[in-house]
């Protein structure tokens, strides 16, 4: 359980839900975890779970829309941990609601594209350049599976930030692999994280899985092991791959 030894992450995003199970698995395979979010509180009970299992981690935060916020996290972590070998640039969500492309608010779609592609721009932007001059790194975006089909009832901002990441990783890993750094995407489908076990009601759990060849909805776990494929030197020949985690339900 050390393939990550001596290995600095930082998950974006890891107060809680996938990010959260992200720093979990890389903590309990050697690496130590820079938890970030913005919720103080959240961050110290992630910090305390992955401490109490042995694992080493220490936590951060910054409003990854804002670029002066981001430079200020990373001349801390630079001056108290030093070079961030792994980027899991996970933070977003869905700040948008489902509906008729003539009916979404201007507002919702700026914050889709603000909270997921821009904030996703920022934080590799900014870590990106040390991990060249160092000669190796390795990032991992989330995608998700709304940018990989379309859906009648899609969260449009949403899929369209999304799949502007997907295109964003993969013109990284075009760049960025001569300098000895990968970067991939991980798109889950639906994940029961605890924000979606309760915001999706159970009727509406149970008629997703039937959306799913393997017929079961996504755990954060799931997203987790992916996570740790791609951040080891399992993956050493994959880069600008978008992987779906979905299931089956995603099948391009
Ligand atoms: N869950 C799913 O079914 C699913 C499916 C497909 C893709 N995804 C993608 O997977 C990623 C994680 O999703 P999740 O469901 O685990 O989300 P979540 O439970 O809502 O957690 C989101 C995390 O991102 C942080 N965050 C969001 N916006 C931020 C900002 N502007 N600045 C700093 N931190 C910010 C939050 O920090 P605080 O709470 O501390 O503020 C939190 O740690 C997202 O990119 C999401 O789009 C999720």
Redesign the pocket.
């Known amino acids: 359980m050390s393939e990550l030894a001596g290995k600095t992450a930082l998950v974006?995003?890891?107060?809680?839900?996938?990010?959260a199970a992200i720093a979990k698995t890389f903590a309990a395979n050697g690496a130590f975890v820079l938890l970030?979010?913005?919720?103080r509180s959240?961050?110290a009970a992630v910090e305390a779970g992955i401490r109490d299992a042995g694992g080493q981690a220490a936590s951060y935060t910054?409003?990854?829309?804002r670029p002066a916020e981001i430079d200020a996290m990373l001349r801390k972590i630079d001056s108290e941990r030093g070079p961030i070998d792994i980027l899991v640039a996970?933070?977003?969500?869905?700040f948008a609601r489902p509906g008729l492309i003539e009916d979404i608010d201007p507002e919702e779609w700026n914050a889709s594209i603000a909270?997921?592609l821009t904030?996703t721009f920022l934080t590799v932007r900014a870590v990106l350049p040390a991990m060249k001059a160092r000669g190796s790194g390795n990032i991992i975006t989330?995608?998700?599976?709304?940018a990989r089909k379309p859906y009648p009832v899609a969260p449009v901002p949403?899929a369209a930030a999304?799949a502007g990441v997907q295109i964003f990783t993969q013109d990284l890993a075009a760049q960025a692999g001569p300098f000895g750094v990968r970067a991939n995407c991980i798109?889950?489908?639906?994940?029961l994280?605890?924000?979606?076990r309760e915001r999706i009601p159970p009727e509406r759990q149970e008629a997703l899985v039937r959306d799913h060849p393997i017929p079961r909805l996504?755990r954060?776990e799931d997203i987790s092991e992916a996570a740790l494929y791609l951040a080891s030197d399992r993956s050493s020949w994959v880069t600008g791959v978008i992987l779906d985690v979905a299931g089956g339900a995603v099948l391009v």
């Open positions: 974006t995003g890891s107060s809680r839900g996938i990010g970030h979010g913005r919720d959240a961050l910054a409003d990854l829309t996970n933070a977003g969500g869905a909270g997921n904030a989330l995608s998700s599976a709304a949403y999304k798109a889950p489908e639906t994940i994280t605890e924000r979606n996504g954060p």
